[in-house]
């Protein structure tokens, strides 16, 4: 299928993409800081959600963005692109991953789709 969109435009809505205060970490917030739990701290990986004295780091992974098993979909323009850029993405959560658990932290990853307003 070909975008619907020029270069220009998708350009624009691509930059519109936030990588801070999410939907998903929003819904969430809530409940981990009544845990005692920070914020979006700028720590290693930045994590979504960080508790220092427990050593646990959550983050919130897009489904797009982080290659969802259920719900990832390659898009059908630019294939070589996401795929290189998906797949990074996927290299470096696991780099990360790997890092926190070697230095005694527990690691937590949370699928967006899993995000819904019962599941608290």
Known sequence: MVDVHTKEQRSYNMSRIMGKNTKPELKLKAFFEKKNFIYQSNEYGKPDFIHYRRKIVVFID??????????????????????????????????????????????????????????L
């Open 62 to 119: 897009g489904c797009f963005w982080h290659k969802c098993p259920k719900c990832f979909r390659l898009p059908e323009t630019n294939k070589k692109f996401w795929e290189n850029k998906i797949n990074e993405n996927c290299r470096r959560d696991m780099e990360i991953t790997f890092n926190y658990k070697g230095s005694g932290w527990k690691v937590v990853r949370i699928w967006e789709h899993t995000i819904k307003p019962g599941n």
